[in-house]
């Protein structure tokens, strides 16, 4: 399993786990990262937070956030 910063642009992942207390889980699922989704990494550079696309929806995600959330490479 990898995090999501480990994600390279252009990838596609499926989220197989996150990690975080109470209020980060409630606030990433309502934004629809859940279990199962597929993402795509559209920008993924060093000291910027990640772009990516999920759900019909871009999503903006900092690195911190981004090391609790765990995913799966879509062969």
Do not use: H, W
């Amino acid at each position: 399993m990898l995090t999501l910063n480990e994600v390279n642009e252009g990838q596609k992942v499926i989220i197989a786990d996150i990690k975080g207390n109470t209020r980060f889980l409630s606030r990433i699922t309502s934004i629809g990262l859940t279990l199962g989704c597929e993402i795509k990494m559209l920008y993924n550079e060093k000291k910027f937070p990640l772009l990516f696309y999920g759900r019909d929806t871009v999503i903006a995600l900092n690195r911190e956030e981004s090391n609790d959330v765990f995913v799966e490479e879509i062969a």
